[in-house]
């Protein structure tokens, strides 16, 4: 019994000090994510603080935390809005992969790291963290402006496409090999069509099998058929994190709504868990060799995230301020790059990649909310003022739809 | 005149509703999917950007919906107001007390009496508008009177329960 005992304190140990963490991070505007990635550093193997009884527990914890975080991401959307988006937003999301995934690759193969290692890194630099984000411009008061929604859509381009890209990558990184690969895709396409179809035509009746009325049966209702989705999806290599976004995606009505209510605590604790987990996984003593690969990396990938921004905000007529708003927005990446990263470090690939993704998603989830914050400076906009100014090209006129 | 409303969803957060005012400005309201909402106003040097973003409770947006109404209301006669020279536009409340709550708005004759005319009743948010002599009065109901001064002060009188004069 002693062991639990051990568990116990080293666990409670862990979680009181990323509350204290998280409440240091609130003071000074800074999201809990890079603080519980430090913490993970920090404990751990190389670490400061070893913990030896309750590496299992964490890591187990993580898995779940990752279900969590996806459920609730598909929560978030209904089918209608993720279909309804497509078709206007497919282009800035075209945009924003090839942008943005390209430098991930090149960058892998110029270090020789092979090409699963490339599919694994550009899709690390591929994807914004639509937690950060959302919450950034909430912070910043921009849920109305006229390039919100340019944002938002990207970041939902993006999300759906993990739907296709994380299966790929489970299979490329279990050794199935292209046709593997190919194979898995596949089921996913068939898997994310058929859940779209049935959330669009029936995403009342599953919702009616779960009452609103109960929360403990609500609970365990939701939380039980995400995690047995996601093992189910496991299994198929389909990955499990795409499993619990699908069922967060055909829950609709009062049912999402109640149950992103109840779960959103839980989703709080696993998910710093995870973080922490992932940390953990990281000897601090390679960050310093990848600190610097890792800053050019983020230098130039949030290069490409502004132009992103830039190109997507402009095909909707929105004037230069909002291009460059739209822009900076986007830098932050955070739990995407860590869910893919984390695959890949599960499955023993390159053993530089998980200390190469941390900095690198430390830099950008610090300096990202920082950065998006430019435009709202006197200088910022005097500067671009100035600019229009000189270039003297009259403002197009907003199209009717934005 | 209609106005155009136009509607953006924001996946993931909610929808938001804007309209551009015939001054140039342009307002908006952010619902979010939690039932939390913000009044947007934008900036009138960069359009796109919103210079303020402010969070509504429940009761404040019932509270600034009901003002807006009421104006409108009263908006609406104005072009009456225009056209008649001297003819004025007031709201006048029925207080609990009034001989007249439970009471036809026949029973006032309150036309006949100043010559001023009842055009409208504001009742729980809601407008009801050229009321018939039928009409039955409650409690805090809100009268919207057109006339000219002194039949707007008969009205007042009359409904307060005095003796008209």
């Known amino acids: 019994m002693h062991d639990t005992a051990v568990l116990l304190v080293e666990i409670g140990a862990v979680l009181f000090a990323l509350g204290m963490l998280g409440r240091l991070g609130r003071r000074v505007g800074l999201s809990p994510i890079p603080l519980y990635l430090l913490a993970g550093l920090c404990f751990g193997h190389g670490g400061l603080i070893p ?36 078709r206007a937003a497919a282009p800035a999301g075209i945009i924003d992969g090839v942008l943005n995934a390209l430098p991930g690759v090149g960058f892998a193969l110029l270090l020789g790291w092979g090409l699963e290692a490339a599919v694994v890194l550009g899709g690390i630099t591929w994807v914004s963290s639509s937690g950060v984000i959302a919450k950034v411009l909430g912070d910043l008061g921009r849920l109305g ?25 489970t299979a490329v990184l279990a050794g199935l090999g292209i046709l593997g690969g190919v194979q898995a895709l596949a089921v996913a396409v068939a898997t994310v069509a058929a859940v779209l179809l049935v959330a669009l035509r029936f995403g009342n009746a599953i919702s009616s099998f779960m009452s609103v009325r109960d929360p403990e049966a609500l609970l365990l209702s939701v939380l039980g058929l995400t995690l047995f989705v996601a093992g189910v999806a496991a299994r198929l290599n389909v ?14 009505g009062p049912v999402a709504h109640h149950a992103t209510e109840i779960l959103t605590p839980l989703r709080d604790l696993f998910a710093a868990v995870f973080f922490v987990f992932f940390g953990l996984s990281t000897n601090p003593a390679d960050m310093p060799a990848v600190l610097l690969p890792a800053l050019g990396l983020a230098v130039l990938t949030a290069a490409t995230k502004i132009l992103t921004g830039y190109l997507a905000a402009r095909r909707v007529g929105i004037a230069l301020p909002g291009r460059l708003r739209a822009g900076l927005a986007l830098i932050p990446r955070g739990e995407f790059s860590i869910v893919i990263a984390g695959l890949a470090v599960a499955s023993g690939l390159e053993p530089k990649l998980a200390p190469l993704a941390t900095a690198y998603v ?6 990202g909310p920082l950065l998006a914050r430019l435009p709202d400076y006197a200088w910022f906009k005097a500067a671009v003022r100035r600019r229009m100014n000189a270039t003297r090209r009259p403002p197009k006129p907003l199209p009717a739809g934005d | 005149m209609r106005v155009r409303v136009e509607q953006t969803p924001l996946p993931g957060i909610g929808v938001r509703h804007d309209l551009v005012t015939s001054s140039g400005r ?25 210079l303020a973003s402010i969070p509504l409770t429940d009761d404040e947006a019932e509270a600034l919906a009901d003002v ?38 026949g029973d006032t004759r309150a036309r006949t009496r100043t010559g001023a005319s009842i055009v409208a009743v504001l009742r729980d948010r809601e407008v009801i508008a050229s009321p018939g002599p039928s009409f039955i009065f409650e409690a805090n109901d809100v009268v919207v009177v057109v006339g000219t001064r002194q039949g707007l002060d008969g009205v007042t009188a009359i409904l307060a329960g005095e003796n008209g004069g």
């Open chain 1, 145 to 169: 402006n006229r390039e919100t929604p340019v944002i938002l859509s990207v970041l939902v381009i993006e999300d759906l496409a993990m739907a296709f890209y994380l299966p790929l990558v």
């Open chain 1, 51 to 86: 913990l030896s009884a309750s590496e299992e527990f964490i890591s187990i914890g993580a898995e779940i935390g990752v279900v969590l975080l996806l459920v609730m991401l598909g929560l978030e959307y209904s089918a209608s809005e993720l279909v309804g988006n497509l």
């Open chain 2, 26 to 50: 342009t307002v908006g309201v952010v619902s979010h999917r939690t039932g939390r909402r913000d009044l947007v106003l934008y900036d009138v040097d960069d359009p796109d950007a919103s």
């Open chain 2, 68 to 105: 807006l109404g009421a104006s409108l209301m009263l908006g609406q006669l104005a072009g009456l107001r225009q056209q008649a020279a001297g003819l004025l536009t007031e709201q006048v409340a029925i207080p609990a007390g009034s001989m007249f709550v439970g009471r036809r708005l």
């Open chain 1, 362 to 367: 430390l830099i950008t989830v610090i300096s």
């Open chain 1, 239 to 252: 990955s499990a994190a795409v499993g619990a976004f699908l069922v967060g995606i055909a829950l609709s």
